[in-house]
C-alpha cells in the first residue's frame, strides 16, 4: 500500500474505525456504527512532515518538543483536514497544530456533541 507522504506541517493519521460489535459479542446495527464513525475524533498518527513541530514563522523547534509520533493515538478536531479512503481505511491529512491531545486507549473515549 502506498500512502501520501506529508509535506510541511501536514500530519497524515488514520481514523479509527467504528467497533462491530459491543464488548459482549453482539453486533450493532448500521446505525449505531454509522453514528458512532461520524463522532469519533480519535486517529492513529502514521507519518509527519519535516516542519511538523516547528514555529511557522521562525522556523525553530517547538520548546514543548513533538506533540506526536508515529503509532501515536490522538484526538483531533471532527470538521478538519483533507479526506480520503486507501484500501477501506478513512486518513487524513492535518496540519501539526490541530492535534488537541494524545491518548492512550482510543476505545475509552466518548465523544457527545
Do not use: H
Not at 525553530?60 to 483536514?81: N, R
Amino acid at each position: 500500500m502506498s500512502l501520501p507522504k506529508p509535506k510541511g506541517w501536514k500530519v497524515l493519521v488514520r481514523k479509527n474505525k467504528a467497533k462491530e460489535k459491543t464488548s459482549g459479542g453482539i453486533l450493532l446495527p448500521e446505525a449505531a456504527k454509522e453514528a458512532e464513525d461520524y463522532l469519533s475524533i480519535t486517529a492513529q498518527v502514521v507519518a509527519c512532515g519535516p516542519m511538523c513541530w516547528y514555529d511557522k514563522e521562525s522556523g525553530q523547534k517547538w520548546i514543548g518538543g513533538d506533540w506526536a509520533k508515529p503509532g501515536d493515538w490522538v484526538l483531533i478536531p471532527k470538521f478538519t483536514a483533507f479526506k480520503m479512503e486507501i484500501e477501506n481505511e478513512e486518513y487524513r491529512l492535518i496540519n501539526d497544530d490541530e492535534i488537541i491531545a494524545t491518548i492512550d486507549d482510543p476505545s475509552s473515549i466518548k465523544v457527545y456533541t
